[in-house]
């Protein structure tokens, strides 16, 4: 199917979308107030714009999140090829990562607390710990995955010292697979906001929560699209910049 077939069938997926959801919610099947229509949104949107609501929002949640989103990055990549690349690392850390890695981050939400208080770095924390164990498992399979022979004849070419090795083959072997990581952490680290952000926090979770308690629906959709929008902009981006990383794969 070609490109512009695809993008006109997921449009008019959409559209349809939109169309039953605003149907149902105009049949009074569902209250209103449970189940705002659609057509709803644009209203609340320049309600919360103009009162500076929700310009204040996105800025409050994005602020954390790239923090997190960083933190996160940085921690779970290096910790990640360093536990592919030497085995006795890998030995000592292996337990400690089963014990901790099913535990999600929302669990840590009490010792954030403790920890941070009611603040941008707790949520930057509970953004981190999502983040790191996405980029974590990428980046350890990425680079076990790296062609032995490649490494082989970089020893062969006079490139077997750590740095050499590190930088001229098994990153740049690995980085399809680590940029992935990446990728899947952005949408995990948009996901983890909102929890990050129920208990007080200013952000976009904090304004969800605040509508739900008037049964302000609207308000709730209207976040809700909001940090699915953030999520397509931030993914579109990431897109481009992986399209021109990679290029050297075409």
Do not use: C
Request: hydrophobic letters at 55%; aromatic letters at 14%; a positive charge.
């Amino acid at each position: 199917m070609k490109t512009y077939n695809k993008i006109a069938l997921s449009a008019l997926g959409v559209v349809v979308f939109l169309l039953a959801w605003e149907a149902v919610a105009r049949s009074g099947v569902v209250p209103a107030r449970l189940l705002p229509s659609p057509s709803a949104v644009p209203a609340a949107f320049l309600t919360e714009f103009k009162s500076g609501t929700w310009q204040a929002m996105v800025t409050a949640s994005l602020s954390h999140y790239l923090v997190g989103l960083s933190l996160g990055t940085f921690l779970g990549v290096s910790f990640g090829t360093a536990a592919a690349l030497w085995g006795k690392w890998d030995a000592f850390q292996a337990w400690v990562v089963r014990m901790l890695r099913p535990i999600p981050a929302i669990a840590w939400i009490p010792f954030a607390i403790i920890w941070f208080g009611v603040s941008e770095a707790a949520a930057s924390f509970l953004i981190a710990l999502t983040v790191f164990w996405i980029n974590y498992y990428a980046s350890y399979a990425a680079v076990r995955g790296v062609d032995k022979d490649l490494i082989e004849l970089g020893y062969a070419f006079g490139q077997g010292g750590l740095f050499p090795r590190l930088f001229k083959i098994i990153l740049p072997g690995a980085l399809p697979g680590i940029l992935s990581g990446l990728r899947a952490g952005l949408g995990q680290g948009w996901m983890t906001v909102v929890a990050a952000e129920l208990f007080g926090i200013s952000g976009l979770g904090m304004r969800m929560m605040e509508a739900s308690g008037l049964l302000a629906t609207h308000i709730v959709v209207l976040y809700m699209v909001t940090i699915a929008l953030l999520y397509g902009v931030s993914d579109f981006l990431f897109m481009q910049v992986q399209s021109r990383v990679l290029s050297w794969q075409r």
